[in-house]
C-alpha cells in the first residue's frame, strides 16, 4: 500500500519561505513522477510542480516559476517542495500526488490522473 505524507505547512508573512516534505511509503521510488499540487477555497485543485523520481527536467506553473523548487531524496524516499517570496495568493492546501510513470509528461501535473494522493498540508501567507 503506497502511503504519501505531507509535512512542513503553516503560517508565514508576504516574502517568506516555507519547505514542504513528502514522505513516500511502500514502493520502489524510481519508477514514478511526482508531483505537488494545491487548492484555494472555491478553486480547482491545480499542479504546480512536478519531477520524475529518476531526476532530469521538471515542471512549474507560470505562477510559482523562480520562486519554488522540486527536488527529491532518493535515500530517504522524500519529495520536497521550496517555496520562497510567498505571496498571499499561494495561500491553499498543498497536497503531494505520485503516478506510475517512465517519464515526466503533462500527465504528472494532471489532477485526474494521479495514482496516489497524500493528506495535505495547509500553507496561509499573510500580507
Known amino acids: 500500500q503506497v502511503q504519501l505524507v505531507e509535512s512542513g505547512g503553516g503560517s508565514v508573512q508576504a516574502g517568506g519561505s516555507l519547505r514542504l516534505s513528502c514522505a513516500a511509503y511502500?514502493?520502489?521510488?524510481?519508477?514514478?513522477?511526482m508531483a505537488w499540487f494545491r487548492q484555494a477555497p472555491g478553486k480547482e485543485r491545480e499542479g504546480v510542480a512536478a519531477?520524475?523520481?529518476?531526476?532530469?527536467?521538471?515542471y512549474y506553473a507560470d505562477s510559482v516559476k523562480g520562486r519554488f523548487t522540486i527536488s527529491h531524496d532518493n535515500a530517504k524516499n522524500t519529495l520536497y517542495l521550496q517555496m520562497n517570496s510567498l505571496k498571499p495568493e499561494d495561500t491553499a492546501m498543498y497536497y503531494c500526488?505520485?503516478?506510475?510513470?517512465?517519464?515526466?509528461?503533462?500527465?504528472?501535473?494532471?489532477?485526474?490522473?494521479?495514482?496516489?494522493w497524500g493528506q495535505g498540508t495547509q500553507v496561509t501567507v499573510s500580507s
Open positions: 519531477m520524475h523520481t529518476a531526476g532530469g527536467t521538471t
Open positions: 500526488a505520485a503516478r506510475w510513470a517512465g517519464r515526466l509528461s503533462a500527465l504528472c501535473w494532471a489532477s485526474s490522473e494521479q495514482n496516489y
Open positions: 511502500g514502493y520502489a521510488y524510481s519508477s514514478y513522477c
